[in-house]
């Protein structure tokens, strides 16, 4: 069983190309994402938001599994573009579009072209709980110690 089955949605397959949706190299962990939009391109303003349509749908096929949007860490280093969430979660029965929400970081506008790699999709395993409803929990060593309850250094 493949771990996911993927739809390309309006004309993207032409966007990701011959390989289609795939890492980059094949050692690494991420999937690239590619903006898929109407338009030739967008312009994210300093500060600014903006929803990117990456042009594919996905079946989750693995038990357990879910698929995480991460920011490309070279593009925020050098253009300030990254996840506005941190961290996207892409539950395993979501058959939408998948958008990546871009956060413009920078002091300057950033162009986001058809085609630009923005973000890249990571497969991990999560773990189902269900809660039990408790009087109390178990003491610890840390207790209810917050941010910082252990000092500095």
């Known amino acids: ?10 004309d993207s397959k032409t966007v990701y190309g ?9 050692r690494s962990c991420g999937m690239d994402l590619r903006a898929a939009f109407p338009e030739k391109s967008i312009e994210i303003p300093a500060g600014g938001r ?8 996905l079946e989750i096929c693995q038990e357990n599994t879910a698929a995480f949007l991460y920011s490309r860490s070279g593009l925020g280093a050098k253009t300030g573009l990254a996840v506005a969430q941190g961290v996207g979660v892409i539950d395993p029965d979501y058959r939408g579009e998948i958008i990546a929400y871009m956060l413009n970081t920078s002091q300057n506008s950033v162009t986001v072209e058809q085609g630009d790699r923005i973000a890249q999709l990571v497969f991990q395993p999560y773990f189902p709980i269900s809660l039990e409803e408790a009087e109390e929990l178990s003491p610890t060593e840390r207790g209810c110690g917050g941010y910082g309850h252990t000092g500095k250094k």
Request: aromatic share 4%.
């Open 18 to 26: 011959e390989k289609g949706a795939c890492p980059a190299t094949s």
């Open 50 to 57: 903006h929803p990117v349509p990456t042009g594919i749908a």
């Open 1 to 10: 069983m493949a771990l996911a089955k993927i739809q390309y949605l309006r």
